[in-house]
């Protein structure tokens, strides 16, 4: 049985730092893609961070260049996202996901495609107050 379940979120102030966990099982990890999805109440889901299944290749959106971090842990099968100097605009759920990485091809912005991806997880919420 698949599953994906992120931990981590929370309320914080702005310009604060934040680390949302992703454990997954039921799947062979270092075979998927892994990213990061965040929706806010009345948008659209938006890719914030993707790694490629080695964990050599990474991906961000403009928005948190620079200031977020995605990284794998191969032994527990665990995905991460640092997040340092968070805004307001930061402030939604945040879902992991994972898509096969050897069926689709994944740079050029695709890894941004919510479509790509067979698993998701059921989010975890961070919440920033300026």
């Known amino acids: 049985q698949v599953q994906l379940v992120e931990s981590g979120g929370g309320a914080v102030q702005a310009g604060g730092s934040l680390r949302i966990s992703c454990a997954t099982s039921g799947f062979q990890f270092d075979r998927y893609f892994m990213s990061w999805f965040r929706q806010a109440p009345g948008k659209e889901r938006e890719g914030v961070a993707g790694i490629a299944n080695g964990g050599g290749t990474t991906y961000y959106a403009d928005s948190v260049k620079d200031r977020f971090t995605i990284s794998r842990d191969f032994h527990t099968n665990t995905l991460y996202l640092q997040m340092n100097n968070l805004e307001a605009e930061d402030t939604a759920m945040y879902y992991c996901?994972?898509?096969?990485?050897?069926?689709?091809?994944?740079?050029?912005?695709?890894?941004?495609?919510?479509?790509?991806?067979?698993?998701w997880g059921r989010g975890t919420q961070v919440t920033v107050s300026s």
């Open positions: 996901a994972a898509g096969s990485q050897t069926s689709r091809i994944w740079y050029g912005g695709r890894w941004k495609n919510p479509q790509q991806y067979d698993y």
